[in-house]
């Protein structure tokens, strides 16, 4: 089999089924299987779900929501395909790139993780994936510095240019193919034996961050990492989470990377740069955006 797709479901029922559709009209070539892992959801999700079920289609019910990591791996487990793939239940594959995705993929032995471009649904461009955050570059992120232009090439920063930004156009970094240290868990496609190599995703992260910390353990394989946005998918964004969560899961995110991954004595500093980010962003976005926001980042700060 040459595809296993892995989708982890949250109380995104009309999206996941979308999202099945477009995976089923657009994908031709290919021998796949799906596998679908419902995170306890109470929308009336499971009794679809069970209806689904078919020889190519596998499902996993969980108890209770497990996270991303933990959910994803149960569905890693059972994988047959020569790649795996990770796709978010709020997106919708457009024709072929499955198929060519794939091949690439064959063609190309040193590339172990690749994703391609997020689009919204006007097909404007998301800002995804990034390089590891060294303390410069969380430092950088922290004080906005990496949404200047020209200095954000410059820094390459953990997060490039987002559409959120005064600055952001959607252009140049995002359209062009290259090799980055992560690429967005939203679309992740792996070779099998990287998994292999590496072992799982990590459970310790519940979710965001997670596929961070896989792109470093490959990396030190000897793998590369590739965005690829010659091929996109529709990204919904947002739809499995509410605002605050991903906010705060990554504070919580970065915390964990370092403490696995980079040396102790730089800890107290990561968290000393994360509560001035949390400050700064408490005045500022406070002001711009009300006290919503700021109570948000009140939380981020309590936990950097």
């Given at each position: 089999?040459?595809?296993?797709?892995?989708?982890?479901n949250y109380n995104t029922k009309e999206l996941l089924l979308d999202?099945?559709?477009?995976?089923?009209?657009?994908?031709?070539?290919?021998?796949?299987?799906?596998?679908?892992?419902?995170?306890?959801?109470?929308?009336?999700?499971?009794?679809?779900?069970?209806?689904?079920?078919?020889?190519?289609?596998?499902?996993?019910?969980?108890?209770?929501?497990?996270?991303?990591?933990?959910?994803?791996?149960?569905?890693?487990?059972?994988?047959?395909?020569?790649?795996?793939?990770?796709?978010?239940?709020?997106?919708?594959?457009?024709?072929?790139?499955?198929?060519?995705m794939i091949e690439y993929m064959d063609e190309s032995p040193k590339?172990?993780?690749?994703?391609?471009?997020?689009?919204?649904?006007?097909?404007?461009?998301?800002?995804?994936?990034?390089?590891?955050?060294?303390?410069f570059r969380v430092a950088s992120w922290m004080l906005f510095l990496?949404?200047?232009?020209?200095?954000?090439?410059?820094?390459?920063?953990?997060?490039?240019?987002?559409?959120?930004?005064?600055?952001?156009?959607?252009?140049?970094?995002?359209?062009?193919?290259?090799?980055?240290?992560?690429?967005?868990?939203?679309?992740?496609?792996?070779?099998?034996?990287?998994?292999?190599?590496?072992?799982?995703?990590?459970?310790?992260?519940?979710?965001?961050?997670?596929?961070?910390?896989?792109?470093?353990?490959?990396?030190?394989?000897?793998?590369?990492?590739?965005?690829?946005?010659?091929?996109?998918?529709?990204?919904?964004?947002?739809?499995?989470?509410?605002?605050?969560?991903?906010?705060?899961?990554?504070?919580?995110?970065?915390?964990?990377?370092?403490?696995?991954?980079?040396?102790?004595?730089?800890?107290?500093?990561?968290?000393?740069?994360?509560?001035?980010?949390?400050?700064?962003?408490?005045?500022?976005?406070?002001?711009?955006?009300?006290?919503?926001?700021?109570?948000?980042?009140?939380?981020?700060?309590?936990?950097?």
């Amino acid at each position: 089999m040459d595809l296993s797709i892995i989708i982890v479901n949250y109380n995104t029922k009309e999206l996941l089924l979308d999202c099945l559709g477009s995976i089923k009209k657009n994908t031709k070539k290919i021998s796949y299987e799906i596998i679908l892992v419902d995170n306890a959801s109470t929308d009336g999700s499971i009794e679809i779900l069970r209806r689904l079920k078919s020889p190519d289609v596998k499902i996993v019910l969980n108890r209770q929501n497990l996270g991303f990591s933990k959910a994803n791996n149960q569905g890693i487990k059972i994988a047959k395909g020569r790649y795996v793939l990770l796709l978010n239940s709020d997106t919708k594959v457009q024709d072929g790139i499955l198929d060519e995705m794939i091949e690439y993929m064959d063609e190309s032995p040193k590339t172990g993780v690749a994703g391609c471009a997020l689009k919204n649904q006007d097909g404007s461009l998301q800002a995804t994936g990034g390089y590891f955050p060294t303390l410069f570059r969380v430092a950088s992120w922290m004080l906005f510095l990496d949404d200047i232009p020209l200095l954000d090439k410059l820094i390459k920063p953990f997060h490039p240019m987002h559409e959120k930004s005064f600055f952001y156009k959607g252009e140049g970094f995002f359209t062009k193919a290259s090799e980055r240290d992560w690429v967005t868990g939203a679309f992740f496609l792996v070779k099998k034996e990287v998994f292999e190599q590496v072992g799982l995703l990590d459970e310790d992260y519940f979710m965001y961050t997670e596929e961070v910390d896989f792109c470093f353990r490959a990396k030190e394989k000897g793998w590369q990492v590739w965005y690829l946005p010659k091929w996109a998918i529709v990204h919904l964004g947002g739809a499995s989470s509410a605002s605050e969560f991903p906010i705060l899961s990554e504070y919580k995110g970065i915390k964990i990377f370092y403490k696995k991954h980079m040396p102790s004595w730089q800890g107290p500093i990561l968290r000393l740069l994360l509560k001035k980010g949390a400050l700064l962003r408490i005045f500022l976005f406070g002001v711009l955006k009300g006290g919503d926001y700021a109570k948000v980042y009140a939380k981020a700060f309590k936990i950097a």
